[in-house]
């Protein structure tokens, strides 16, 4: 199956610092990456759709400033958290669809682990 | 307002029976559903899923029924095995030309399954 590569798996950051995560389509083209977050028993949040060459769209109540998004070719999408706090700790997904497939199969990353302290 | 929920936030089943998660959607826009498969500490791996089209698909052990009057779907694993361990996902998409994978996930039930 396709294979989408997130790194860095876990980041332990200071408050007020910027930590970028890098979600990588290996052996696929992705026109279109989701990101996605979870709190600890809930859902996967979605907090952006990231598609290659245009702006991010992000979902309501997620300030774009503070999660910039960059999908600047057809296998990177990038994640910044940017001045980082305490209550940005939470695991971050990111999944992408392959543009040759006809469905709407997600394939994800292994996702980050954040810890702001 | 959660748009696909599942109700259940664990369960727990004997090897070698069979595993039912459920889970229920509100938007009747969703026409495209799947689940996935989490382990601790890892993303989801696609499971299987299922066009509005359908009422049931099938891939080995796991099978996935759709009810669309009934806005449910379920998930049936037989016979379950100590490997299924694991959070299963329900996710419903809009089959649209755009951000097609583009997916509203439940909560998740945990299944546990005992040897």
């Known amino acids: 199956g396709a294979v989408v590569s997130q790194h860095p798996s876990r980041v332990i950051c200071k408050s007020g610092t910027s930590v970028k995560i890098e979600c990588r389509s290996l052996d696929f083209q992705a026109t279109t990456m989701f990101w996605y977050r979870q709190f600890p028993k809930q859902s996967l949040m979605l907090m952006a759709t990231s598609n290659e060459g245009s702006k991010a769209t992000y979902e309501q109540g997620v300030e774009k400033d503070k999660f910039l998004i960059n999908h600047a070719s057809l296998t990177l999408s990038t994640l910044t958290v940017t001045s980082a706090h305490p209550e940005d700790s939470s695991f971050y997904i990111c999944?992408?669809?392959?543009?040759?497939?006809?469905?709407?199969?997600?394939?994800f990353g292994q996702g980050t682990r954040l810890t702001v302290v | 307002d959660q748009q696909v929920k599942q109700n259940s936030p664990s369960l727990s089943v004997q090897e070698g029976r069979i595993s039912i998660l459920n889970c229920d959607y509100t938007?009747?826009?969703?026409?495209?559903f799947l689940w996935y498969k989490k382990y601790p500490a890892e993303g989801p791996t696609f499971l299987i899923s299922?066009?509005?089209?359908?009422d049931k698909n099938e891939d080995g052990r796991f099978t996935v029924f759709l009810n669309k009057s009934a806005k449910h779907l379920s998930l049936h694993i037989v016979p379950s095995q100590p490997g299924d361990s694991a959070v299963y996902f329900c996710?419903?998409?809009?089959?649209?030309?755009?951000?097609?994978?583009?997916?509203?996930f439940g909560d998740g039930t945990t299944l546990t399954v005992k040897p």
């Open positions: 938007n009747s826009m969703f026409d495209y």
């Open positions: 996710a419903a998409s809009m089959n649209l030309n755009t951000n097609a994978g583009k997916s509203t």
């Open positions: 999944s992408a669809q392959d543009a040759d497939r006809a469905s709407n199969e997600a394939f």
């Open positions: 299922i066009s509005s089209i359908k």
